[in-house]
């Protein structure tokens, strides 16, 4: 498999588009830290979630960590988010 570009923004939204885990994680921890984006919880826990189910287990960490500081109902939110882009992705 080649190996993704994930040194640009526009590199990793590619690589998460085509379902690679390592860029999933890195939309995860772009929106954890707010890394040229608005900290976004609800939209870390979809990519980390995203991750996880490719086999990332730091992912399945992150995603742990974060669900702490996140309420049941974001929690909620972020698991539909996550099934809506499995369904066109």
Do not use: T
């Amino acid at each position: 498999m080649a190996r993704m570009d994930l040194s640009s923004r526009e590199g990793i939204e590619i690589a998460a588009q085509c379902g690679a885990s390592d860029a999933l994680l890195e939309l995860g921890l772009v929106y954890s830290v707010g890394r040229d984006v608005e900290p976004d919880l609800v939209e870390a826990h979809k990519w980390f979630n995203l991750a996880a189910l490719r086999g990332s287990d730091s992912a399945k960490r992150y995603r742990q960590e974060i669900s702490r500081e996140m309420s049941r109902a974001e929690v909620a939110k972020a698991q539909r988010a996550a099934r809506e882009w499995l369904a066109v992705n």
